[in-house]
């Protein structure tokens, strides 16, 4: 029996945290929410930060799991790059991209610049590395890969190729054997709003 999950299919937050539950093993059992009809509002949810709802599901579920390490000086090293995306490399990317999508908005120069900013730290941060903290897949790779969805899919489809280390990383986070699972759901949305 696993643990109900109430989520968005297409939300960033929510396919981080599937991608996490996959790659530990921790079963769910999906209960889509539809903010449409407020009924999210009725019920009792508990809606913290995604980037702690990956921390806790491995406390809980998969303790041993090195997707978020015992070892305290690994777990600070995650830690930190679950923090530099949501204050700066999420943010970033979604400022940029989010208003092209819903409001189909032009390109943003300067919020453009902000993201490549990200990008330049994160691709330097990847150096000689497979993953965000070395070579081992942490929970940080699940917040910042579902972060640069945003910009891999349409209408922006944002060209990597000068963050080679960016890019490379990327292609092994989409080779993960759930990602096109977790993910299939934004990139349709935001194909079908492009569209409109």
């Known amino acids: 029996m696993g643990i109900d999950f109430y989520y ?40 913290p930060s995604y980037h702690i709802c990956g921390k806790y599901i491995c406390g809980k579920y998969a303790p041993d799991s090195p997707l978020y390490p015992k070892d305290l000086q690994k777990r600070a090293t995650v830690d930190e790059m679950l923090y530099f995306d949501i204050g700066t490399f999420g943010k970033s990317i979604g400022d940029y991209v989010l208003p092209q999508v819903f409001r189909k908005q032009p390109a943003d120069k300067e919020k453009e610049a902000s ?36 910009a891999d899919a349409v209408p922006v489809q944002y060209n990597l190729k000068p963050w080679s280390n960016v890019a490379a990383w990327f292609q092994r986070m989409k080779n993960l054997p759930y990602f096109t699972e977790c993910n299939k759901a934004y990139y349709e949305f935001a194909k079908k709003m492009t569209s409109k």
């Open 8 to 47: 968005i299919a297409g939300s960033t937050p929510c396919r981080s945290v599937l991608m996490t539950c996959k790659a530990a093993g921790v079963e769910l059992n999906l209960k889509g929410v539809d903010l449409q009809n407020g009924k999210h509002k009725e019920a009792d949810f508990t809606k």
């Open 115 to 150: 993201m490549k900013e990200a990008l330049d730290k994160l691709n330097r941060v990847l150096e000689g590395k497979q993953y965000a903290t070395g070579n081992t897949l942490t929970v940080a790779d699940f917040c910042l890969a579902t972060s640069l969805t945003l």
